[in-house]
């Protein structure tokens, strides 16, 4: 489901999982704070629950790696592991599709559109309010890095970083990405669903 704010015309994406089947939720928009209404979704365009509103957002993959840093190897990788892989070439667009779609899986290198010092994408990502972004896990590319480096995760809020010396084996490091991100938050998403809260 897309919103957009009354207050300052932000546009902002939910999951149809997280959309209740009753009643109705406030949330604040994530520019301004503005309180924003979502009612319930009608029974008809109840897509399967929120499992198949999961996966479908955690098929969508946003690459914001430029040409020159491998973006088609990135590309390559998520395609082979099923995702819909979504290819941005300007910061700016990247930044408003992370408000439009459900991605499950943001790649970025730490130089798109300029510099490392200079990444409009990852901060935007980094304060990023966790009830939207614990539902996708964003990878950050740079030729610095130790791969899974969970320290240097941690300090640039990502979820895991890749050295650029290793795209060839991302799909690997996705897989074991994900699949710690999963083990992470399965309990959360349980307890949520059970409370009907997703």
């Known amino acids: 489901m897309i919103l957009t704010c009354n207050a300052c015309s932000a546009k902002l994406s939910i999951p149809d999982g997280k959309v209740p089947k009753i009643g109705s939720v406030t949330v604040a928009c994530p520019k301004c704070q503005q309180k924003i209404q979502?009612?319930?979704k009608?029974?008809?365009q109840d897509g399967g629950g929120a499992t198949g509103a999961d996966t479908e957002a955690r098929s969508l993959a946003m690459v914001c790696v430029d040409p020159l840093h491998g973006q088609m190897?990135?590309?390559t990788a998520l395609a082979e592991l099923g995702y819909t892989v979504h290819i941005v070439n300007d910061p700016?667009?990247?930044v408003?599709?992370?408000?439009?779609?459900p991605y499950g899986l943001v790649i970025l290198h730490e130089e798109y559109g300029r510099s490392?010092?200079?990444n409009s994408v990852l901060k935007i990502l980094q304060p990023m309010p966790m009830s939207i972004r614990r539902f996708m896990y964003v990878g950050l590319i740079g030729k610095q890095y130790r791969t899974?480096?969970?320290t240097t995760a941690f300090a640039k809020s990502v979820n895991f970083v890749v050295a650029e010396t290793e795209l060839a084996n991302l799909k690997a490091i996705v897989q074991e990405a994900a699949s710690d991100n999963d083990r992470f938050?399965?309990?959360f998403r349980e307890a949520l669903r059970e409370s009907g809260k997703l």
């Open 38 to 40: 979502v009612a319930a």
């Open 42 to 44: 009608p029974a008809a």
């Open 73 to 75: 190897s990135v590309k």
């Open 92 to 94: 700016k667009e990247a």
């Open 96 to 101: 408003d599709r992370l408000w439009l779609a």
């Open 116 to 118: 490392a010092d200079d």
């Open 148 to 150: 899974l480096d969970s």
């Open 185 to 187: 938050y399965r309990v």
